[in-house]
């Protein structure tokens, strides 16, 4: 059996995952950054399931052949921030202090 590494939401994975099955919200964990290799068989992700106001579980995951790694942690006091392209779309998230505005630095890249 061979894995899927490159889905990066519930969309993707529908497409790629033909029997996959979801309950609840598959999306909570919303994805922070990735780099996987399907030649080598390798992935690591990090994500992230903001509490509003409060901050972020964040989730970091390593996967080599079939040895798969996790840490989770609590960040108090931040927010995820959604990056967006010069067409608008979300192509990464950042951690940012909770009131902080997003900057301009961040917009598009």
Not at 11 to 37: Q, T
């Amino acid at each position: 059996m061979t894995k899927t590494l490159k889905n990066t939401d519930t969309d993707g994975a529908s497409k790629n995952v033909k029997d996959i099955v979801f309950w609840g919200d598959a999306d909570c964990f919303k994805l922070i950054g990735k780099a996987h290799s399907e030649e080598e068989g390798w992935m690591k992700s990090t994500k992230g399931m903001e509490i509003p106001n409060v901050g972020v579980v964040v989730q970091v995951t390593t996967q080599q052949g079939d040895n798969i790694a996790e840490a989770l942690t609590f960040v108090p006091g931040v927010r995820l921030m959604d990056l967006k392209n010069s067409e608008g779309k979300v192509n990464r998230r950042r951690l940012v202090t909770v009131g902080s505005a997003p900057s301009r630095m961040y917009q598009q890249q």
